[in-house]
């Protein structure tokens, strides 16, 4: 199932005015390609990802999660799609601090009323024999890898990541991005990631950039 989004415009209120996030977007990920969106500090890249995963409304324009056009949805159909076909790496992992990694996940299996295979999709991110660590006794990549592996629990068709490397040394990064190209082809997910970082694009099928709100 594919993400694709068009003409989405999205401004935020800015003391008497309207401030242009999203400038007309148009942008189609296909199942299992991993597109990069890289632009600077403030470009618009976390507005295009709470768009795409639902959780704001553009102004104008369209998102269609396989086909299904979101605008067109009540807010609990869109709350369904989300849960069901939407998993999103957000910038802080927000972990729990008092849970262990499995339980990281388990509570989002508890939340759709769906087992799912904690384990097994902790060893897909490499973290196999650390299932019980908590959050403290986890590295930061590692706890990245926690925050990739619960946003795979529902197995999304759609998977939204937020600079998924700035709080990592450069081959951790690495190694975090090699990780979701992985995930995004072996499970065919339209994997959407923004970056200020160029330097880990490298495994995105496509790069583009983004300025002011618009995609170039
Ligand atoms: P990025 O993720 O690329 O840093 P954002 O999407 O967070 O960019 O922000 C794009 C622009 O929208 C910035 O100018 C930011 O200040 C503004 N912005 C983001 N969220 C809000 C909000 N909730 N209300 C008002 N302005 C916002
Ligand atoms: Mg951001």
């Known amino acids: 199932m594919s993400l694709e989004m068009k003409d989405v415009c999205l401004t935020y209120a800015d003391g008497e005015d309207r401030l242009v996030a999203l400038d007309r977007v148009s942008l ?42 979101v605008g067109e949805l009540s807010a609990s159909e ?74 795979l629990t529902g197995s999304p068709d759609v998977l939204l990541v937020d600079e998924p490397t700035s709080a990592l040394d450069h081959a951790r990064g690495a190694e975090i991005m090699a990780l979701i190209a992985r995930l995004c082809a072996e499970r065919s997910v339209a994997t959407l990631l923004v970056t200020h970082d160029l330097a880990n694009v490298g495994h995105a099928h496509r790069v583009v950039e983004m300025h002011d709100g618009v995609l170039t």
Do not use: C, W, Y
Not at 32 to 58: D, F, Q
Not at 126 to 137: F, I, N, S, T, V
């Open 78 to 151: 869109r709350t369904t799609l989300r849960r069901d076909r939407i998993g999103i790496v957000f910038q802080q992992a927000n972990l729990i601090p008092s849970l262990t990694a499995a339980e990281q996940l388990t509570v989002m299996d508890h939340l759709r009323g769906r087992p799912h295979a904690a384990t097994d999709l902790l060893a897909a991110v490499g973290l196999a024999g650390k299932e019980h660590r908590r959050p403290h006794q986890l590295s930061g990549g590692e706890r990245q890898r926690v925050n990739i592996a619960r946003a």
């Open 28 to 69: 189609h990920v296909a199942a299992g390609e991993l597109v990069a969106v890289a632009g600077p500090s403030g470009s618009g890249k976390s507005s295009l990802l709470a768009v795409a995963g639902t959780l704001l409304r553009p102004d104008s324009g369209t998102v269609r999660i396989g086909g299904v056009s």
